[in-house]
């Protein structure tokens, strides 16, 4: 017994920075964001919590299912950092929506949702749960360092979340991870022993943005290849391709090696930008909220991040 998606949601803050805000921050214009990214706007959060925000997500997601926070079994929590190191984000989310069930943060960073998925596959194959809520979220406006404008232009803040129940409509999941702190990492920031001899760094990220965008096509190439086959499909039987939305040349770079019609590309990363965990969730939701899901649609979806992590699957729509 594996899982179907029973309801999805979303939150991202009111907040909308422009590609002209950022020009008046850094070195930047909005043609060149445009045309290397594919981004207009990003949302930030302002007077928000992330927390607040995974609650609305996790709600509208509870709301879709038809259930309610006592019928949940697990909590996972996809982020790379919550609003406290400890307790998790997963912890403080089950207070605030009033569920009893475990909870934990996972981190693999973009591909997070997808590594959510998987193992809240493994908790329905082992017979532990009826009942799985996945919420992904990211506050990178909190990790970025606003001065570097090779990357403060491409990230926002936002997430979605999934509900799952017994089903079968996870038809294939591959997950992959390629150690390396070289081209995509955030140092853990400020260092409180007065033993350690290190120092501490801010933790802010920092990328290789070129050999990203090679790790990003090839193997987004690769997952979707693999997910479909093991999936028992063609790639044209795909109704939906939702790939992380990092910058719209990449997704075109595959696309353009893939035979998935174009138009099943599912694209929003012109008004979120990168959204890292939460960009496929979020897209999910506007799909599902929109009327375009039909039951019985095959939902492709593929993740990369730091790691670096790929995460790929094909999912069947049965709601
Ligand atoms: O979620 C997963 C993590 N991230 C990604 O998937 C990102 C993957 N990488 C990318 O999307 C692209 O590599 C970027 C969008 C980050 C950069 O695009 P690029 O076409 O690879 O540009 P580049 O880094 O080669 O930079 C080209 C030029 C450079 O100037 P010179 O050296 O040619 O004079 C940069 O200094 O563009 C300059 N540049 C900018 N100019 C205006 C870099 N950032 C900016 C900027 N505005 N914001």
Known sequence: MSFSILGT????????????????MVETNDEWIRTRTGIHNRRIITTETMTDLCVTAANQALDDAGITAKDLDLIICATMKGMYITPSEACVIQKEIGATCPAFDLNAACSGFIYSLDV???FFARGKIKHALVIAFDNLSNMTDWTDRSTCVLFGDGGGAVVLGE?????????????????????????TSPFDTHKGEKPVLHMVGQEVYKFAVTNMVRGIRKVVKAAGLEQKEITHMIPHQANIRIIDAAAAKLDIPRENYVVNVGEYGNTSAGSIPIALDEMNKQGKLKKGDYIAMCAFGAGLTTGSCVIQWDK
């Open 9 to 24: 949601g979303r939150a991202v803050p009111e907040y909308v920075v422009s590609n002209d805000k950022l020009s008046t």
């Open 120 to 122: 809240a596959d493994g």
């Open 167 to 191: 089903g079968d409509g996870l038809k294939s999941i591959h997950l992959t991870a390629n150690g390396n702190t070289d081209v995509l990492y955030a140092p853990r920031g400020e260092l």
